[in-house]
């Protein structure tokens, strides 16, 4: 099994930034994704991380940057720009493989706990 150590969420003015991180232990990573799920709303898909390709929903484009540090089984989502559309429950996605689309939920077969991110305005 995967243990999940997520933190950086919190309370952001519009337009601020915040790094989210997410460190796995009792696997090695291939695949990493971060989804998003607003109240109401379904989750959905922020960014992946997979070899050395990096891919973005069209809303956070140019804002959001995804990283990973292999060594540490840990991936990173720093978050420019913060609007109140961004605001939701933020949940780390890992998958020991390289199937499946980036996108989908169904790629991933471990997720971390979530954390809140708030933005004001």
């Known amino acids: 099994q995967v243990q999940f150590l997520e933190s950086g969420g919190g309370l952001v003015q519009a337009g601020g930034s915040l790094r989210l991180s997410c460190a796995a232990s009792?696997?090695?990573?291939?695949?990493w994704g971060w989804f998003r799920q607003a109240p109401g709303k379904e989750r959905e898909f922020v960014a992946a991380?997979?070899?050395?390709?990096?891919y973005y929903a069209d809303s956070v484009k140019g804002r959001f940057t995804i990283s990973r540090d292999n060594a540490k089984n840990t991936v990173y989502l720093q978050m420019n720009s913060l609007k109140a559309e961004d605001m939701g429950v933020y949940y780390c996605?890992?998958?020991?493989?390289?199937?499946?689309?980036?996108?989908?939920?169904?790629?991933?077969?471990?997720w971390g706990q979530g954390t809140q991110v708030t933005v004001s305005s």
């Open positions: 996605a890992a998958s020991e493989g390289y199937r499946g689309m980036h996108s989908s939920p169904g790629t991933y077969q471990y």
């Open positions: 991380s997979r070899y050395d390709s990096t």
């Open positions: 009792g696997r090695t990573i291939s695949t």
